[in-house]
């Protein structure tokens, strides 16, 4: 069963094609990652699945629902979350969330209990009473979250759910979407720039430049799709040790310097400690060993030639930077 079907989704700006003849699949319960630079058409997609766009040509369905003929019912069965706050500061968390249940039809019988769970789900049961003008950056994005599910949707849309927030925050977020994927039973499609948190949220990325996918898998897929992870072994008598590893399978590239030998391997975790293990064999002591595993970073380099960023605002790209160069 999918959650969402597109078929050639294309959307246009007089010149421009933001989206261009997208055709996407999406399991039930996956927490599905839109990941892509910004102008790639992320949230193009999304609001033209949960029918704030309309598209120039093609189709989808959601929920089982089409977009354009049953929007009405595609918007009763998705919670949006988008980047622009919409909850009232001059409200308290509870008056926010009644209001939005009330324009959702969900029965009085159960809202109470209903707004209870949702502020239960993001941590906000103690602040339910307090001006949401009084919540950190962080708790109204929980808020914004909170109402989102109030009208039980199957599907959660988030866009950028962490920009603009601190690194702490940013964890705590996403513990809370993982959270609730797990209780609700949600379909999660989001999209992000970042590639951690598409990383460690996601099940299912598809990596989008210039309105078109460029690639799509699991996020341990896309990495081990690249060619093998680098090892460095630092050791007094790295000739020794290349000859002494060479017809190894799992040995991809093997180069000897003066104090390191440098490899790709395949499995890199698992066949250090082969390494290690054959080192000690020949009698070879080893200073030092690292381990370099592909991320995110290289899958999307790898399949769009560029970073993710072009300038240097996000630290995740100086990271990688500074990651490449130790190699
Ligand atoms: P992303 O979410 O990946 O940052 P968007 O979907 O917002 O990307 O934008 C994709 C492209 O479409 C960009 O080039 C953007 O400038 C353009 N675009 C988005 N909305 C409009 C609009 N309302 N009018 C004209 N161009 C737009």
Not at 114 to 137: H, Q, W
Request: with cysteine; charged share 25%.
């Amino acid at each position: 069963m999918y959650a969402i079907e597109t078929t050639n989704l294309t959307k246009k700006y007089k010149t421009l094609t933001a989206v261009n003849n997208l055709n996407l699949k999406v399991e039930t319960g996956k927490i599905f990652g839109l990941l892509g630079p910004n102008g790639a058409g992320k949230s193009t997609i999304l609001s033209m699945l949960c029918t704030i766009v309309n598209p120039t040509s093609g189709s989808a369905i959601v929920n089982g629902y089409d977009i354009i003929k049953d929007s009405a019912r595609v918007r009763q069965s998705i919670g949006i979350v988008f980047q622009s706050i919409s909850v009232d500061d001059r409200l308290t968390a509870r008056e926010n969330l009644r209001f939005h249940a009330m324009l959702y039809d969900v029965p009085s019988k159960i809202m109470g209990r209903r707004i209870r769970e949702v502020l239960k789900l993001v941590g906000l049961e103690d602040r339910a009473d307090s001006l949401v003008r009084t919540f950190s950056g962080g708790m109204v994005r929980r808020l914004e979250m909170a109402r989102g599910l109030i009208h039980n949707p199957e599907i959660l849309f988030l866009d950028e759910p962490t920009i603009g927030l601190d690194p702490q925050t940013r964890e705590h977020i996403w513990d809370y979407i993982k959270t609730l994927a797990q209780e609700e039973k949600l379909t999660i499609i989001m999209t992000t720039h970042y590639m951690d948190e598409a990383d460690l949220l996601c099940n299912d990325i598809a990596i989008i430049d210039h309105g078109i996918i460029k690639v799509r898998d699991t996020p341990e897929h896309l990495k081990s799709f690249l060619a093998g992870d680098n090892i460095i072994v630092r050791t007094k008598y790295p000739d020794k040790l290349a000859t002494g590893l060479s017809g190894q399978d799992y040995i991809l590239q093997m180069q000897a310097s003066q104090d390191r030998l440098s490899l790709n391997v395949k499995q890199g975790s698992m066949n250090a400690v082969r390494i290690i293990n054959s080192a000690q064999d020949l009698h070879i002591a080893v200073d030092s060993i690292d381990i370099d595993e592909p991320t995110l970073h290289d899958v999307f380099l790898h399949h769009t030639g560029r970073q993710i960023r072009e300038e240097g605002e996000d630290n995740f790209i100086s990271m990688y930077k500074r990651k490449r160069r130790g190699r």
